[in-house]
Structures are given as structure tokens and as C-alpha cells.
């Protein structure tokens, strides 16, 4: 192998061309950058950086320093067409790379709005560096603010407009907060919380049309005829897998590119990984799953690069994830698809609880809010053969930490 190509330089395709190099590959690396800057991490994009607790340096992975020194090309394109019989990627500038081994690193893009008005002035999702340098200047003057979504991105940005003073309106189709990721207990936590920063929430409610005035945002047009005046609005409604290339160039897809255990797509030469990767996951019974996190993003990167480097393995790693909203920190080990039993440990009035979630006797995640402990004990335990019950983790005193040591 003495070629690698990656397209992507988010999380993932970072992730994979550090990893070659910690492996001593010694080939040629390209690393296919179509943002115009160094890559940077995301989820600073909702949080630090919006609240200027961070510049834009911080979220840059390495300097560009790294890159040259590492004899990583970063090459300032854009991958559009896959010649998988010439195993050549052509670049949208024309140019191409030649390839032993392509990597497919191209992340997901927001699900748009599909209402009238979506393309107003002062309409925002999140997912880019220019959306965060444009939605911060806004949050100085912006008075009423309208978030479309409460899943993590929604809710994230609802915390850091209500602490810049706005008052923020969340509209959501679902009943409750983060409902496709948490358990109801620790929904209700975050709804109680956002409450008391001065969130509203209207749940069951979808948005009809924003409304513009000279071609800027003024109000928000729920379905039930409410109007509610905005004079920024901001929508978090899931994302979609960045597929194109892969589609075009006849790789299976289901969800996202598909791949198998080992990370690979239909094409031996080609792997995939990251947000735009479906793949088999242990911890979903064996089902393809799409996982939008920056563990599932590095994990799989560090796999790809030893197997690149001849140590094949499949990919088993354990789900995490975190967010940070407001003052509070929630951070989920494990998938929690089909719990149909909670056991909560602390007190939810004190904003540091952990919720077990069980399908049957199987504990298949832990969600921790202010309690790391736990969260690192859970991840240990989730990582070994099942044997935590409900049973034993709901007797009086019981506690994570000391039960995993
Ligand atoms: P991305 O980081 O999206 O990178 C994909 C890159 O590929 C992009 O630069 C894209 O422009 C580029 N690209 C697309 N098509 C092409 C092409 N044809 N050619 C070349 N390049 C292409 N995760 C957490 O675990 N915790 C968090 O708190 C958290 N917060 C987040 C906050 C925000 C605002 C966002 C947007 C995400 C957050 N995430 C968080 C999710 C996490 O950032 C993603 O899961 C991670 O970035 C995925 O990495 P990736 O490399 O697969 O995709």
C-alpha cells in the first residue's frame, strides 16, 4: 500500500491519516479538504466558540505545522467523481489522485427546513465554522430567537442564546427534549433546566413558514396558526449523510454509505467511516446504524489505519457521547434503542443523576448528568459482558463507581 487518499477532513478523516502515521505508514497520504480552512472540530461549533470562550485556533485539530511535518497533504478540493477501475478520485478543480486505498470521510449536511421562508436572512443551522461566525455576532443583539428542534445541536444553542440575555422559544414535533437519544427521566431533567435559564418549549408543534419582512426573519408560523416573532431563528433538525460520491460511483448505501464490520464498503479498495458510515453495530443487535459522535468518528478511524497497516479487526467499540448545555454536562455510554426499564441513581433536584436503561436484565446505556464517575465506570462495564441487573441497581445505596471497581 503506498497511496492512501482521504475524503473528508472533519473528525473522521483527521483521525484516520494521524492514526496511519502513529501505525508508521510511510506512504503517500492525501487528505482532501473542502472547507476553507485547517480542520477544525465541531462540537465547539454550538458551545465554547459561540460563547467566545474559545478562538478559532483552539478548534483546529493541529497547526499547519503538523501536517507538513507528518508528510500529510492537505489538498484544498473537493472530491466529485470516484474512477474506482483506474482506483482514482477526480477533484471538482479537475485535477485527481491516484489511490491504493480510498477513504470516505465526507460527514452529513443539516437536514434542510422545508418551509416556506427557509432561506430567509437570519435563518440558521449549525454544522460549519462560517455558520458559528455568523450566528455569534447575532447573539449581542438578537432579542427573541425561535430554535426549531430540541435534539442536541437545538438545545446546545437554545442554553447559549438564553445566557446571552435572548429570550428563546424551542418548537419541537416530538413530546419531549433529546427524545430520540434519552430516556424520558433524563428529558425531563433538561426540560426543568432549560426552564429555569428561561427556555420555552412547545412540544407537538411543527412550524408552518417563517416570515420575512425586506427578505429578513421576523416570525416563526407554527402549524397551529401561532405566530411567534423572531429575529433569529435557528433549526437543528437531524442531518443527512453526504452520499453523493458514493452513490455515483455505485457503492451499496442504506442510511449512509454501508459498510461491513471491518469498515469497508462493497469495494475492497474503499472504506468508509464517521457520519456518512451505516455500519453493523455490536451494541444495536448487529444493525446498520448511522452514529453522529466524535468517539464513533476516531474509534473508527484508529480501526481503518491499523487494518491499512495489516492488523485487521472488527469494529466493536462502545458508543459515547456528550453535551453540554448551560452549566450541565450530560454524557451517554452506551446505545439506549429498546430500554423499557430506568433505574435512576442521585436526586434529579440536584442536577446530578444517572439513568441505568435496561431492556429486560440487559443494561445497555447509562446517562450521566454531573457524574463523570459514574460515566467512566459505565463505560468500563458496558465494555465487559453484561452482568449489572435491575435488580441490583436499584437497592437503596447502590453505586456505579464502586459496584464497576
Ligand atoms: P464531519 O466532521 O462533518 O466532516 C466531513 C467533512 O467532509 C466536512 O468538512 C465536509 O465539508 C467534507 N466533505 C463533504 N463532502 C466532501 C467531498 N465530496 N470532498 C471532500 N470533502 C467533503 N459530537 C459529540 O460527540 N459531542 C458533541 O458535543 C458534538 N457537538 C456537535 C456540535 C455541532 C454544532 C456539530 C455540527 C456536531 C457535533 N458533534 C458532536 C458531532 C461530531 O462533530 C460529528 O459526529 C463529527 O464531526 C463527525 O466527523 P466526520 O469526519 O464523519 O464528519
Redesign the pocket.
Known amino acids: 500500500l503506498n497511496s492512501v487518499v482521504i475524503?473528508?477532513?472533519?473528525?473522521?478523516?483527521?483521525?484516520v491519516a494521524l492514526s496511519l502515521r502513529q501505525e508508521g505508514f510511510a506512504g503517500r497520504i492525501a487528505l482532501?479538504?473542502?472547507?476553507p480552512w485547517l480542520?477544525y472540530?465541531?462540537?465547539?461549533?454550538?458551545?465554547a466558540y459561540l460563547l467566545g470562550k474559545i478562538d478559532a485556533t483552539a478548534m483546529q485539530f493541529r497547526p499547519a505545522a503538523f501536517y507538513a511535518e507528518q508528510r500529510i497533504d492537505l489538498v484544498a478540493?473537493?472530491?466529485?467523481a470516484i474512477d474506482r477501475q483506474n482506483r482514482r478520485l477526480l477533484?471538482?478543480s479537475g485535477a485527481a489522485l491516484d489511490y491504493d486505498h480510498l477513504v470516505?470521510?465526507?460527514?452529513?449536511?443539516?437536514r434542510p427546513l422545508n418551509v416556506p421562508g427557509a432561506a430567509l436572512a437570519g435563518v440558521y443551522g449549525?454544522?460549519?465554522r462560517a455558520?458559528?461566525e455568523a450566528l455569534a455576532p447575532l447573539l449581542a443583539t438578537a432579542r427573541r430567537v425561535v430554535v426549531i428542534g430540541a435534539g442536541?445541536?437545538g438545545l446546545?444553542?437554545a442554553a447559549v442564546a438564553a445566557a446571552a440575555g435572548a429570550a428563546v422559544e424551542v418548537l419541537e414535533l416530538g413530546e419531549r427534549p433529546m427524545a430520540r437519544a434519552v430516556s424520558p427521566q433524563m428529558s425531563e431533567l433538561f426540560r426543568a433546566a432549560h426552564a429555569s435559564w428561561g427556555v420555552n418549549f412547545r412540544f407537538r408543534t411543527a412550524v408552518s413558514e417563517i416570515e420575512g419582512d425586506n427578505g429578513k426573519a421576523v416570525a416563526v408560523r407554527a402549524a397551529d396558526g401561532e405566530r411567534l416573532p423572531a429575529d433569529l431563528v435557528v433549526y437543528?433538525i437531524g442531518?443527512i449523510p453526504?452520499v453523493?460520491?458514493a452513490l455515483e460511483a455505485g457503492l451499496s448505501i442504506d442510511n449512509g454509505i454501508r459498510v461491513d464490520a471491518n469498515l469497508l464498503t462493497s469495494d475492497p479498495h474503499i472504506s468508509a467511516?464517521?457520519?456518512?458510515?451505516s455500519f453493523p453495530c455490536l451494541q444495536n443487535g448487529e444493525r446498520l446504524t448511522r452514529?453522529?459522535?466524535?468517539?464513533?468518528?476516531v474509534d473508527?478511524?484508529r480501526l481503518i489505519a491499523a487494518r491499512l497497516t495489516g492488523k485487521p479487526a472488527p469494529y466493536t467499540a462502545l458508543p459515547?457521547?456528550?453535551?453540554?448545555q448551560g452549566n450541565l454536562k450530560l454524557q451517554i455510554a452506551g446505545l439506549s434503542t429498546g430500554a423499557d426499564n430506568h433505574v435512576v441513581l442521585g436526586n434529579p433536584a440536584t442536577q446530578q443523576v444517572s439513568v441505568l436503561c435496561f431492556r429486560g436484565e440487559q443494561l445497555l446505556a447509562v446517562e450521566s448528568c454531573g457524574r463523570i464517575g459514574d460515566h467512566m465506570a459505565a463505560r468500563k462495564i458496558l465494555a465487559r459482558p453484561p452482568a449489572l441487573t435491575p435488580a441490583v441497581a436499584a437497592a437503596p445505596g447502590f453505586d456505579l463507581k464502586a459496584w464497576e471497581a
Open positions: 475524503a473528508g477532513a472533519g473528525h473522521a478523516g483527521v483521525q482532501v479538504n473542502d472547507e480542520p472540530q465541531r462540537p465547539p461549533l454550538s458551545k478540493d473537493r472530491g466529485a477533484l471538482a470516505l470521510a465526507t460527514g452529513a449536511h443539516n449549525v454544522k460549519t455558520d458559528a442536541f445541536i446546545e444553542f437543528g442531518v453526504n453523493a460520491l467511516l464517521g457520519d456518512v458510515a452514529l453522529e459522535s466524535v468517539q464513533n468518528a473508527q478511524g459515547w457521547f456528550w453535551t453540554d
